[in-house]
Each structure stands twice: as structure tokens, then as C-alpha cells.
T-cell receptor
Framework: EPEVTQTPSHQVTQMGQEVILRCVPI?????FYWYRQILGQKVEFLVS????????KSEIFDDQFSVERPDGSNFTLKIRSTKLEDSAMYFC??????????FGDGTRLSIL | KNEVEQSPQNLTAQEGEFITINCSYS?????LHWLQQHPGGGIVSLFMLSSGKKKHGRLIATINIQEKHSSLHITASHPRDSAVYICAVQKTSYDKVIFGPGTSLSVIP
């Protein structure tokens, strides 16, 4: 079965540094999402992306965050200047019509 | 106020027991999802429901749209069922998924 793949599985970064989290959605999917889960908390929506533009973003998704689909396969989340509170598990998801969203295994981001 | 609530928060069961996890939501939805999250963190979709009942192996999910309530049942529970079970909803077909807080299930041999 096709999968959403995320890299790296674990990223350790110094506070203030830029980080890019990468995702390869399922190839025929057109809708893409990023979520995050702070340790011990529920999963929260960050941003959705369709037709090469953001369709919705949450309050969490401030100017430090950006998303990009640089080619036909990758979907990236960039955090420009990381803060301690950005430490979380970040999940990418993709969806096609009337099917559940498929989630990647996540990238655990640790900010030191 | 949380849009999706679950009960119980934690559940411990003996192997073989019948398990029920409940979910209530407060918004209009196009679909309700039951998801499973293992300790490694990955999220797997178990069911997507818009009405009625679905069954897959030992898992059964039901939804009552009028009451805004859903249940996930596990029959003949097994230690490998130990995981966090998450109820989540979508308001429209391609909308973001709104997650509940999860129910942590531990099945003891």
C-alpha cells in the first residue's frame, strides 16, 4: 500500500537555527497537511496546502513557518528560527477524494 | 471548549475483554475517523465513518449523527491492541482533521 514518507525521523537542532522537515506524499494525492504533537498533548493542525498554495493555517503557523512543494513529489515544512517550544512530533498527511488522510510516521524535532 | 472529547482517558483491560471507547463531538461533520497511534508515534487510520457501522476484524466502529457520538469496540482484546486510540473529525471532505485527546489502552496478558 502506498505510504507517506517523512525524513528525517529525528532532528536535533540548536535554538535559533532553521530546520526543514521533508515529506513525500502519496503520488496521486492533491491535498497536503502538516500537524504537530507536543509530547503528552493531542495532535494539532498547522497548515493545509492545495494547488500550490496554502488553503488554511492555524494560529500556530506564524511567520516563522513556511511550506513549499518544490517539485512534483516533496512537501516541506520550514521553521526559520526555532524556539524551544517548537519541540514536537511533526506529521505530514495527504489525501485524495473521499478517503481518509494518510499520515507519515512523523519527524521528532528536538530543540536544544 | 474542545470540539472532540473522548472517554475514558486511560483504559486497562485483561486479554480477551470487550473494550469500548467513546467519542463525542460538537460540530457538524462530513466524516469521523478512528486512528491508532503506537508508542513509536506513527498514526494509522482504522475507520472513516459518516453514518452507521463498520467492522474490520475484531474492531467495530459506530456513529450516531443525531447524538454526535461514536464508539470504537474491540472484541477479544489482545496485548498487541495496546496503543492510543484517537477519535477525530473533518467538517468537510478535504478539511483539516480535528483530533480528540486520545484514549490510552493497555491490554494485559
Amino acid at each position: 500500500e502506498p505510504e507517506v514518507t517523512q525524513t528525517p525521523s529525528h532532528q536535533v537542532t540548536q535554538m535559533g537555527q532553521e530546520v526543514i522537515l521533508r515529506c513525500v506524499p502519496i503520488s496521486n494525492h492533491l491535498y497536503f497537511y502538516w500537524y504537530r504533537q507536543i509530547l503528552g498533548q493531542k495532535v494539532e493542525f498547522l497548515v493545509s496546502f492545495y494547488n500550490n498554495e496554502i488553503s488554511e493555517k492555524s494560529e500556530i503557523f506564524d511567520d516563522q513557518f513556511s511550506v513549499e512543494r518544490p517539485d512534483g513529489s516533496n512537501f516541506t515544512l520550514k521553521i526559520r528560527s526555532t524556539k524551544l517550544e517548537d519541540s514536537a512530533m511533526y506529521f505530514c498527511a495527504s489525501q485524495t477524494s473521499n478517503q481518509p488522510q494518510h499520515f507519515g510516521d512523523g519527524t521528532r524535532l528536538s530543540i536544544l | 471548549k474542545n470540539e472532540v472529547e473522548q472517554s475514558p482517558q486511560n483504559l486497562t483491560a485483561q486479554e480477551g475483554e470487550f473494550i469500548t471507547i467513546n467519542c463525542s463531538y460538537s460540530v457538524g461533520i462530513s466524516a469521523l475517523h478512528w486512528l491508532q497511534q503506537h508508542p513509536g508515534g506513527g498514526i494509522v487510520s482504522l475507520f472513516m465513518l459518516s453514518s452507521g457501522k463498520k467492522k474490520h476484524g475484531r474492531l467495530i466502529a459506530t456513529i450516531n449523527i443525531q447524538e454526535k457520538h461514536s464508539s470504537l469496540h474491540i472484541t477479544a482484546s489482545h496485548p498487541r491492541d495496546s496503543a492510543v486510540y484517537i477519535c477525530a473529525v473533518q467538517k468537510t471532505s478535504y478539511d483539516k482533521v480535528i483530533f480528540g485527546p486520545g484514549t490510552s489502552l493497555s491490554v494485559i496478558p
